[in-house]
């Protein structure tokens, strides 16, 4: 039986996304599930491997879907992935942003006198260069597929303001699947979720529709956060209840997360056309 994968480009856009990600899915198990078997001693490494596994294959299946279905042969430029100079002085910029609005908020949070910034009890250099490959693996990841791929579906069927929020809201949502008591519990991570989904989708409409910024901010504000956290950097005095500087230690899921992330959303906003 022969697919007619240009006929998939009149489809509407929840129907576009739900066949991408049916096929993903179906490459991806029968790769996945022996992976997690054979590893199943240690499911750290596990987890990686099957997630390294399944980046790999979205990364095929997106060239294949904007080659058959769109009909354009430079796929991931298409979605904002582009090899430039400039491209690359945006995620430098991006990375600056992110490490910045990291530490400016324990920082702030110190001079309050609601954390105590201390000497590193582990090497911090080892955590460092942990939390670059962590933080800046896992934007390049997430920003493709969230503000690169599903963002540019959104937008050929939606208006701008109507893929942003909707962008958002998906973004949000699959970072926030767990069970309902920690869904309660932790519920001011959410709409900090959303307001950095929106921050990074203008950051990418701010920046000629490409993902070397939003690539960069994401990365800086989880290799910032990394830094600290694991390198044990931050003591919480508790003075203040959890849920102004993050439950669980979380700083999205507290008041002064947010609203550091509505003054990136400010920014970004002010720097969009």
């Known amino acids: 039986m022969k697919i007619n994968w240009s006929k998939i480009a009149t489809y509407p856009a929840p129907l576009r996304l739900g066949i991408f990600i049916a096929i993903l899915l179906i490459c991806w198990l029968p790769i996945a599930l022996p992976l997690y078997l054979i590893l199943n001693y240690d499911p750290n490494l596990a987890s990686i491997v099957t997630m390294v596994s399944l980046f790999g294959i ?25 090899w430039t100079r400039q491209n690359g002085i945006d995620w430098l910029k991006g990375i600056a942003i992110g490490l910045l609005l990291t530490f400016t908020l324990f920082f702030t949070e110190s001079l309050l006198g ?32 969230f503000r690169g791929w599903i963002l540019t579906e959104l937008e050929k069927d939606y208006s701008l303001n109507q893929s942003l929020w909707s962008n958002a809201l998906i973004f949000a949502t699959l ?43 994401h990365g800086g504000l989880v290799w910032g956060y990394y830094i600290l956290n694991v390198g044990e950097l931050v003591k919480y005095s508790d003075t203040v209840p959890t849920w102004i500087t993050g439950i669980d230690r979380n700083p999205l899921a507290g008041v002064m997360g947010i609203l550091f992330l509505i003054l990136l959303v400010l920014w970004n906003k002010r720097q969009t056309p």
């Open 114 to 145: 609601w954390v105590q910034i201390q000497p590193s009890k582990v090497f911090l250099l080892k955590i460092i260069l942990e939390g670059s490959l962590t933080g800046l693996g896992v934007a390049f990841a997430e920003e493709l597929f």
């Open 175 to 217: 970072h926030f699947l767990k069970p309902l008591g920690e869904i309660i519990r932790t519920f001011p991570q959410f709409p900090a979720l959303v307001l950095l989904g929106i921050a990074l989708v203008l950051a990418k409409r701010s920046h000629r529709q490409t993902l070397g910024i939003c690539m960069g901010l």
């Open 58 to 82: 979205f990364l095929f299946l997106l060239k294949f879907w904007s080659d058959r279905v769109y009909g354009i042969s430079k796929g991931f430029q298409f979605y904002g992935l582009v």
